[in-house]
C-alpha cells in the first residue's frame, strides 16, 4: 500500500502520528475552531419539511403493500437497498470523502450510479458536508450537529437554513480532488436525471417488465419504502452513532460503536473508530464483520477494481486505546 502522507492539521501532538497517513486532511477534527456567541435563528424550510412528510407517508403505504409484492419483487427490492447502500458506503463515504481506498474508472461509474439511486446529494455536497462533519464534529459547523439532539442530528438539519458556521468552515475546505474526478462532476452536472431515473423509475419498472408486477408496487416498494429505509440508516449513523454505544478507541469524543447501525448501514456503524482514524478503509477494527461495505471492496480489490486500500496497524490502535479509550476494548 502506498501512501502520500499528508502532515496532520491536527492540534493535538497525541493524535498526529495516527493521521499522518491520511490522503485527505480535511476530514481530520480540527480542535482551533471556537464557535460564536449566541444562537442564529432557526429557519424552517416548508418545502423539505412537506416532501420529507410525504415520503415518509408514500414508504408507509409501501409498508402496507409487502404483502402484496411477489417474491422476485422483495428480492429486486434487496438488491437495490444494497446498491443504493453501496453508494453511499464505499462511494461518496470512503471513497470520495476519506480517500481510504482509489478505485478505477468502472468503479467509480459504476458507485456514481449506485449513489444516483441512494439520492442523498450528489457526491461533491455530500462529501463536503461530510468532511466538515469531521472537521468540526459536534460543533455549530458540523451541518449534523449531534449536541442539539437526536431529532437534529437524524433529520431535522435537512429541514432547516444551515448554520452560517458549515457554510463558512466548509468553504475553506480542501477539495481539489473531487473537482478533478471528472465522474463525480458528470454526476453532479446531471444529478436531477439520474435520480429521476436510478431512485424512481428503474426501481419501479424493472419488477413491471421483467415480471409482471404492478407499477404501484413497484413505484411505492422498490422506490419509495426502500429509499426512505435507506435513507434513515444512513441517519441514524449521525443521530443513534453520535449518542449510544462504546467508545473504546477515544473517550474524549462523542461517536460511538453502534453494532445495531453498523448492521443497517452495512458496516458503518463503527463509529468511535471511525471518527478516530477516518483514513481506514474498513471504518472499523475488525475487517467484514457486521461490514458488507468492506466485503464488497475487497471483492473489488480481489478483481483489480481497487486498489492502496488503507489500515490501522494493530500497534497503533492499542497504543491509542491506552491512551484515549473508555475501558471497553475488546479485541475481537
Ligand atoms: C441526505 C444526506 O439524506 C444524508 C447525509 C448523511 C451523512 C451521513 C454520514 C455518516 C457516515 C457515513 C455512513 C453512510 C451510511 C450509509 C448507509 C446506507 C444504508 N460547505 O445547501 P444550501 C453553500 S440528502 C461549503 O442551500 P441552506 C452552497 O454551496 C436527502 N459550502 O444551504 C450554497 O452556495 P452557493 C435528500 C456550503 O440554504 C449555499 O451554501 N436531499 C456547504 O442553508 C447554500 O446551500 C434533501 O433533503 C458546505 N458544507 O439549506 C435536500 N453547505 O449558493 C437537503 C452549503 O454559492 N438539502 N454550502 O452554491 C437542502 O435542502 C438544503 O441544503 C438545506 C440547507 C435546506 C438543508
Ligand atoms: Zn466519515
Ligand atoms: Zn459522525
Redesign the pocket.
Known amino acids: 500500500t502506498s501512501f502520500i502522507p499528508t502532515p496532520c492539521p491536527s492540534i493535538l501532538p497525541l493524535i498526529t502520528t495516527d493521521c499522518a497517513m491520511a490522503e485527505t486532511a480535511d476530514d481530520v477534527f480540527d480542535d482551533t475552531y471556537k464557535e460564536k456567541e449566541g444562537k442564529p435563528p432557526m429557519m424552517f424550510?416548508w418545502r423539505?419539511i412537506i416532501l420529507?412528510s410525504l415520503l415518509h407517508i408514500a414508504a408507509l403505504y409501501g409498508l402496507l403493500l409487502l404483502p402484496s409484492a411477489s417474491p422476485l419483487t422483495l428480492a429486486w427490492t434487496a438488491v437495490c437497498y444494497f446498491i443504493s447502500?453501496l453508494g453511499?458506503?464505499a462511494g461518496a463515504?470512503r471513497l470520495w470523502s476519506h480517500r481510504s481506498y482509489k478505485a478505477s474508472l468502472p468503479l467509480r461509474v459504476f458507485l456514481a450510479l449506485a449513489n444516483s439511486m441512494a439520492?442523498?446529494?450528489d457526491i461533491y455536497e455530500?462529501a463536503?458536508?461530510?468532511r466538515?462533519?469531521h472537521k468540526y464534529s459536534e460543533t455549530d459547523a458540523d451541518?449534523?450537529n449531534a449536541k442539539r439532539g437526536f431529532f437534529f442530528a437524524h433529520i431535522g438539519?435537512?429541514?432547516?437554513?444551515?448554520h452560517p458556521d458549515?457554510?463558512e468552515k466548509?468553504?475553506k475546505?480542501e477539495l481539489s480532488d473531487l473537482k478533478a474526478d471528472q465522474v463525480v462532476m458528470f454526476q453532479r452536472r446531471h444529478y436531477k436525471l439520474s435520480v429521476v431515473t436510478l431512485c424512481f423509475l428503474l426501481p419501479m419498472l424493472v419488477p413491471w417488465y421483467f415480471w409482471g408486477e404492478s407499477l404501484t408496487v413497484g413505484y411505492f416498494v422498490p422506490g419509495f419504502l426502500r429509499y426512505a429505509v435507506?435513507?434513515n440508516?444512513?441517519?441514524l449513523?449521525?443521530s443513534a452513532a453520535h449518542i449510544w454505544g462504546n467508545r473504546p478507541y477515544d473517550k474524549t469524543i462523542n461517536p460511538r460503536e453502534n453494532p445495531m447501525v453498523a448492521f443497517?448501514?452495512?458496516g458503518?456503524g463503527f463509529h468511535n473508530y471511525h471518527h478516530t482514524f477516518p483514513f481506514d478503509y474498513a471504518t472499523s477494527e475488525f475487517g467484514c464483520k457486521l461490514n458488507l461495505t468492506t466485503a464488497f471492496i475487497d471483492l473489488m480489490c480481489f478483481m483489480g477494481l481497487a486498489t492502496d486500500c488503507k489500515r490501522v496497524s494493530k500497534e497503533m490502535i492499542i497504543a491509542r486505546v491506552q491512551r484515549t479509550g473508555d475501558g471497553s476494548y475488546k479485541s475481537g
Not at 438539519?157 to 444551515?162: F, G, I, P
Open positions: 424550510v423539505n420529507m447502500a453511499v458506503t463515504h439520492f442523498q446529494n455530500w463536503r458536508d461530510h466538515v462533519h451541518p449534523h438539519w435537512l429541514l432547516v437554513r444551515k458549515v457554510i466548509g468553504r475546505l435507506v435513507l440508516a444512513t441517519w449513523v449521525n443497517s448501514a452495512i458503518e
